[in-house]
């Protein structure tokens, strides 16, 4: 007898042996609350570049939102609970941006891409909730003399240096402020599953949203500074599933710098709130 | 200005940078041949197991074909055009299956689940191919005194142990037999693409069929001998995302082994020929 | 003209590049203070043995002191100044001894073996201090509901298992009592250095001492609870450079656990006071 | 009862766990005839430069022999008997010098460091040898349209670049010339082991070489073609144990390339017949 799916249970290739467990749905299909945990320290930098440069890079529907600045936010997360306690890390690249559809309209931060070191989060978060993750190598990042390195790079080929320094740590009202601030609408993607045989058609093509709510999250502390980002040209034989991604980087142009930071923070949320856009 | 997806161009997420560089289409859309490469050594055992457990693994309009033998097979691969000559490493567990769809009706190997080293190559097949590729660490595995083991785990839980002995060379004569034997329709797969937000939904559903034929394979060399396998029990907390798969292998009923090869080969084909079936 | 050494700088192989830098010995001939760095989180389960058990690892003029407890300690480092702010990780089993020679009469932490995860260290103290530094993965500890885990491996097996659960954090009382504590001498090694050509014999062999003293040493936070240590039985084949230092743990005999803590702290020393014990 | 070490017996440290085992020294104390295996891979570049360059690397009593031709050999090791049939790779720098002692008069290859991607072979040789072992990141090669690439990397900073095409296949009869053609006398290192706590001194300085003889090495295939070499410049900060290292070959001139190689090998020797230079 073939098997068949459980209603309401969540199911990722392979599907032959029963729901699968991930971010959404643990053993025996609970929920995962994110409380107290992950622990996450998140190193970001900001730039201004130019409008046509980002505005290049949104699909249908979307707009630039505000300045043209790019943060690149390399976050390095231990205690994950779906992961029975372990970590992984990530790193992003995002810009201000509006979502004008028929239904909705939301503004927030674009995820143009976000590099992952570990393919369990990749896969799961990729088919369930359309971010854009892909693979590299994200190892812990130095930190000396007051100032912090981290790298990134794809079999032995490292694609990014992103420095920050000259750290001031922020006061619990700084904090406080802080987490009282608007974020807009939350995080937006756009979600395009390739067909089979068909190629050069897609299954599936629509924009997603990671609402702005985490209600348990809370910044432990926060450092604010000054930092620089550096992408390093890739020719195809050196990043042949991602020279594309790096180059379109590597050739932003790099307007002025707007600050630095490194924030601690313990909890997310329950990540299943991510909707389609239409 | 959005950008517009390039009609007749392959695109997987992020979509932003331009068409995706992948398997089937490389820098400026350029197909891969795979003639004298890529370089592959296979390590593969059988075992004949219960019909029962492995009807319990296919999914609607599959059935079980001929007597119900897994093959558990690792793949260590070199000079990959696609990613400009490097490798990675697979292993994967099939037995034969047929397909009876109100189309096609075909038989081959049922690919239930594979393993790979690299997070590229999982993330493009599955999304292209619809195969249930996942991650693993395969390290290159050990030769000494007539025996060949490898292992395979995740994050530092070992979750396979093979060990291959007794290895007879075949001639020429032999190889060529081979080469001409049979070999059933292709490698079926079931794709599955979950829908966002509407969890347990799915927006994809379907199989898909990797023919059979591979012009530009060319058996180098190839031994036959005895072989064993052994997963290992995980507790969820051990392999979170991964410890139904292991722990239904790990229930598998071993009547019999049928026997262990390694096989030397070059070239593939243009992996382009994946269908679905109907 | 062939080069000569520098006298009063230190050299490790290769000679030939100038002056080695490592803990000892920065660029330019700098030493490294180590205040306010390393950071460091220490896992540490302790359990009562059989003197006998430990006794035939002593080598000559040791003797056991106090109770027959082992130690096993890992050691999650970050920040660290002689890596230019990079980490690595430790995993050591020691036990209480003494140290009786015709000059010295110590008695302190005797360290059997410090496995670390990073070939640098392990090589640079070996040869300038005497630790008994070998090599195996140590990834990250994983944090789950109260509960800690670490693993330790070599080359995919897995030969060692911690947990520790049960946590209830110290006080800044209990924490100053636990700096002012007397901790013995320091910790103990016994150096050897075999001779090339002349198997069987050395060209090095004395004990040296770690002394206690660690003046930049903060412990920031600790907590104690109740921990298991599992060592695997492992062959030559699995271990083949390893095998009879797993399988001495694995034999030793656990009469009672005597607790387990988890420290975090800042700070070390100089590390330049290493001796040679007479 | 303190142990005693077993006379004959080969040690290093931990001494406490019985004899050591490693390329000299197998289970029960056999040796390790390396017949058949292990199976090596090597790429090689040579290139002339500055003899007053190549001097300044040399110790005492050593000098240059023949021309300033320094060659950078890469070697991917597989079955290897004493690892119990894994592999590991290698990256050596070396050219012809000759050692004039009081006893020796030996001319080889003066092999100036040997970087390794595994801890243990490090040790065991630095220890037991004196070759110059440090440790780098060292991943398979890529081959490409003819064109195999290899690199070099330490956390992440890739300080090597080496790059072979034009192969050109050798035949029988030029490998069975290649095989009688005389080698010189060996390979050469430098020895130095530091003392504990009188820093700057050694206890432990001499010369040693590795017997030129290795009478199961076979030849399988071999290939001539051109290369070319690119060491990156690196700071203390980007490799703070080998910046030195890598820097000075940075600054070697590169009068012109002579010629690359890539040769397959199976077997090798009993490495016991390492000697002392006087």
Redesign the interface.
Known sequence: ????LQ????????????P???P????DGRKFENKD?PKITTIAVSFLTRPDQL?????????LAREPIVTVAASYI??I???????YNTLGVSFPATFRGERDHVTGSFL??LWEN???P???V??????????C?L??P????G???L?A?W????FLDVKVQGLRQHSAEEIAALAQAPTGDGVLH????????E??T???A?A?LTPAARPNRVIRERWAGEGSVQFHKAS???L??Q???VN?FYDLEIKEYRGASVTKTVGDKDP?D???LR
């Open positions: 007898m073939p098997y068949q209603p309401g249970k969540m199911y990722r290739m392979p599907t032959h042996f029963g699968s467990t991930g959404r749905q643990g053993e945990t505005e290049a890079l949104l699909p249908e529907r979307f707009e231990t205690e609970e779906w992961l029975a306690g372990r970590g143009t891409v570990l393919a369990d990749i896969i799961t990729r088919e369930e909730l359309g971010y854009a993750k892909i693979f190598e190892p812990e130095s930190v000396f003399r100032e912090r390195r790298i790079a079999l032995g080929f490292k756009y979600k395009v599953m390739p067909r089979t045989g190629w050069g897609a299954d599936v629509y997603t195809w034989e050196e042949p599933t020279y594309n991604i379109t299943s991510q909707r389609i």
